[in-house]
């Protein structure tokens, strides 16, 4: 059956932002210009045409009286709202009353609140079809915790107009909670502190059992984002004025680009210690061209805003006053807004709450997630996902030294299947034990054994020549099946192994600690493991050599490669890793230059001995040998 | 005789129903299949989107910085000194060695060309068109049409379809 798509929206003061759930996995939809985010404007030209979003901010300068925007702030209230004669003052566009409620002029006509709301829905309602090449009809869209009744109402009547069928208003800090998947851990408290662009808003949330309340909301309609850019930007004006005598707030052009400048810098400090601050030619004096270059530095930017960060934390001293509940009970902080990601303000959080908060989640783009969430549980896409177990431990056999290597690592989804070759460790082996393994540790007598069986037939053959491949399998049920087949002989044998992934949950969790506790032991006896066997093959090698190739090296050279043999010999078992490795390494130097020589002197003899019938077997060895190194070269 | 027949006809009621459920685990078991494999084809075309977005994404923020710097030479251009007292051997060096990081600039834009930005320059007395283009100021003058382009302050750049900066104007009142 075909179901339109329901999308989340995040209908912002500032800006708006819309996302949906694709895959199972809530991702955000661009806008028709290709951003992330749409601004929460709407203008009306001189020609009469409606522009919605980043072109009505585009022309906002030059057109304030016919661009509205923070609507969001008028929406279902009533004329004699104290918020609303505020921001009569404060917006350049006029704020008219209409019965008990607002109205906003534009162009030549009245509109409601909820009229330009619908304007910028409905233009992330076409935005978003564009996207997905798909109708959409139905919304989840978010209002801060504070909202009341009237203005959820409004809200949800904005999106009837823009003919959206709205499934759910939700409150923005539900929809952060939801994004970062904190309904599922039932009695926690979380506090989401959300610093937007304009406004400040803190709540308290207590999820319980399927639901998500809101203990307490507080804030600040009136700080965010712009309060900061506007310090920043009068510090550089003050700046500039005292060293070159020129007010550059009177030029518009140069305060566009300072505002430029200011938003740059403030972005840069959140990563930087320092960022220069760089527009040559801003203006012009008596004596010629004026240059804007400063730095500012983090300490100077956190002196220029620290009052303002320290401000957002009076709201949610009374949020939690509210809730009745301590700093130290609120168990998750979810940072939503831009300005969450200022070093200053995210310490200031983490400081008075004595713990880490999330900021995994863009936090431009948080709520619009949540949102989508919602939407996803409304039309089933979220239930409806197939749940797919993954295996809580990493899978594996023991290889030579008792090391553990993993075929599988932990948190793979099943089912899965991987394979690996190993060969024999000794010459003439035809037979490998292959022992099962699982756990996190290095080394696998720490890790419980699953099962283990022997592979024999194995054709002899020097060590390192024969082919085993291990497969591992599980299929869906978790059931493990491993086998190894000789590639060689074609004989193959398997185990099956019913509880794979049967441990109990503690019994998962012990085993990880285990792993983390003994992770520098264990690794320090891999090391050692490695090395021993590293030193096993050179001596295995040179052995080899030697008895190969004894009528090509000379009898100082035996001797010096006899001695560094022996040295390694003595050391190779033991518990000193360094002195293995040390003793390897001479003896690989040794060997090394012997056998440089040896080529050396072949080559010369092949050169001038061309001619000779008696070479077949020299040439051949020097063929065979060439290649190799070839070969080697090329790794 | 009737029991037996009533034991059969249950017997083959029991089996259809037995049938009809298997039926329907096989189409939910299909069902399933078919999905996870489309969810697995959607999975590689949107991480090739992805990886193409991400391509994309760094190129802008590349180009955006740029850009900037681009538009502080078409900055310096606009504030040429005025050397008519100055010597004329003095005004040539100068000429000649402004012309150089003229050049410098040339090689800048044509490197930004070929990482495939255009620039936007709309005509002056074109109209003002807020898609496309920002207004950073307004004045009056005489015999322009309103909301018409009276210079352009910056040119604009886009990469592709994308428009990353819009070209900046004043426009008549």
């Known amino acids: 059956m075909f179901m339109p798509k329901i999308i989340g929206i995040d209908l912002g003061t500032t800006n708006s932002a819309v996302a949906v759930i694709l895959g199972g996995q809530p991702k955000i939809l661009e806008n028709k210009e290709g951003h992330r985010t749409t601004p929460s404007i709407v203008a009306v030209s001189k020609s009469g045409e409606r522009l919605v979003g980043i072109s009505a901010k585009r022309q906002a300068v030059t057109n304030p009286k016919n661009t509205l925007f923070s609507i969001k702030r008028l929406i279902g209230r009533r004329f004699s709202d104290d918020e609303v004669k505020r921001d ?54 978010t209002v801060p915790a504070y909202f009341d009744d009237a203005q959820r109402q409004a809200t949800k009547t904005a999106g009837e107009i823009a003919g959206l069928k709205v499934h759910r208003i939700i409150n923005e800090p539900t929809a952060a909670a939801l994004a970062y998947g904190f309904d599922k851990k039932k009695g926690q408290q979380i506090c989401v502190y959300d610093l937007g662009g304009g406004t400040f808003d803190v709540s308290i949330l207590d999820v319980a059992e399927d639901t998500v309340e809101v203990k307490s909301t507080n804030g600040d309609t009136h700080l965010g984002g712009d309060d900061f850019d506007r310090r920043v930007i009068d510090w550089i004006i003050e700046e500039f004025k005292k060293e070159e005598g020129i007010d550059l707030s009177k030029d518009a052009l ?122 996803g549980v409304l039309q089933g896409e979220v239930k409806d ?85 291990v497969s591992f399998n599980i299929d869906a049920n978790g059931i493990l099946k491993v086998s190894a087949k000789d590639k060689a002989s074609g004989k193959s044998q398997e185990i099956t192994i019913q509880a794979s992934t049967g441990l109990s949950k503690e019994e998962v969790e012990k085993m990880k600690k285990d792993a983390e506790v003994h992770a520098e032991d264990d690794k320090k006896k891999k090391e050692l493991i490695e090395a021993r066997n590293l030193a096993d093959t050179m001596v295995y090698t040179v052995e080899k050599m030697l008895a190969e190739q004894k009528d090509k090296i000379s009898d100082d050279e ?53 001619s000779e019938g008696d070479k077949t077997e020299g040439e051949e060895k020097v063929v065979d040998a060439e290649f190799k190194e070839k070969g080697d070269d090329k790794k | 005789m009737t029991e037996k027949k009533d034991s059969k006809t249950s017997k083959a009621s029991r089996a259809s129903k037995v049938v009809e459920e298997l039926e329907m685990k096989c189409e939910e078991y299909l069902a399933g299949w078919k999905r996870a494999l489309a969810d697995y084809d959607n999975l590689k075309r949107d991480l090739s989107r992805e990886r193409d977005d991400i391509r994309r994404y760094a190129m802008e923020r590349a180009a955006e910085g740029f850009l900037g710097v681009l538009e502080h030479f078409d900055q310096a251009m606009k504030h040429e000194p005025d050397l008519s007292s100055c010597d004329k051997d003095v005004k040539k060096k100068i000429f000649s060695w402004l012309s150089g990081i003229i050049h410098i600039r040339t090689a800048m834009v044509e490197e930004l060309k070929a ?15 807020p898609q496309i283009q920002e207004s950073v100021g307004a004045r009056k003058e005489e015999g322009s049409k309103s909301e018409h382009i009276l210079e352009v302050v910056a040119r604009g750049w886009k990469l592709g379809e994308k428009l990353l900066r819009p070209p900046r104007v004043i426009i008549s009142e």
């Open chain 1, 88 to 141: 009569m003052k404060m917006m350049p566009y006029d704020i008219v009353a209409r019965g008990e409620g607002v109205g906003v002029k534009l162009g030549n006509q009245e509109h409601t609140p909820e009229e330009i709301s619908a304007m910028i829905l409905g233009k992330l309602k076409a935005d978003a079809e564009d996207r997905l090449g798909e109708k959409v009809e139905g919304a989840v869209i």
């Open chain 1, 254 to 375: 140069a305060l566009q680009r300072i505002k430029d400048a200011a938003e740059k810098a403030k972005i840069e400090l959140s990563t930087a210690q320092e960022s220069e601050i760089n527009q040559p030619f801003i203006t012009s004096g008596a004596d010629g061209p004026k240059h804007l270059v400063m730095r500012l530095t983090r300490a100077k930017l956190e002196e220029l805003v620290h009052d303002l960060a320290q401000k957002t934390l009076e709201p949610v001293k009374k949020a939690l006053l509210d809730a009745k509940m301590g700093k130290e009970s609120v168990e998750e902080i979810v940072m939503v807004g831009g300005m969450t990601r200022m070093p200053l303000v995210m310490k200031l959080v983490e400081d008075f709450f004595g713990k880490k908060a999330n900021v995994s989640v863009n936090p431009d783009e948080v709520v619009a997630m949540g949102a989508a969430v919602q939407a």
């Open chain 1, 385 to 469: 996902v197939l749940l797919l177990d993954v295996t809580p431990l990493s899978l594996g056999i023991e290889t030579l030294g008792g090391v553990m290597t993993k075929l599988i690592e932990r948190n793979t989804t099943i089912p899965t299947s991987k394979s690996q070759t190993f060969s024999t460790a000794a010459d003439n082996q035809t037979s490998v034990e292959v022992h099962a393994l699982q756990g996190e540790r290095e080394m696998s007598e720490g890790n419980k054994s699953l099962g283990r069986f022997i592979l024999s037939g194995i054709p002899m053959a020097p060590r390192g020549i024969p082919q085993v491949e």
């Open chain 1, 558 to 610: 035996k001797k010096t490669i006899g001695e560094k043999l022996e040295a390694l010999k003595k050391v190779k078992d033991g518990e000193d890793k360094e002195a293995i490795k040390k003793a390897a390494d001479e003896l690989t130097e040794v060997s090394h230059s012997v056998a440089a020589k040896m080529y050396k002197e072949e080559k010369s003899e092949v050169g001038s001995e061309k």
């Open chain 2, 115 to 129: 990482l495939g930005l255009e620039s936007v320059e709309p005509e002056i007395g074109s109209p003002y068109l």
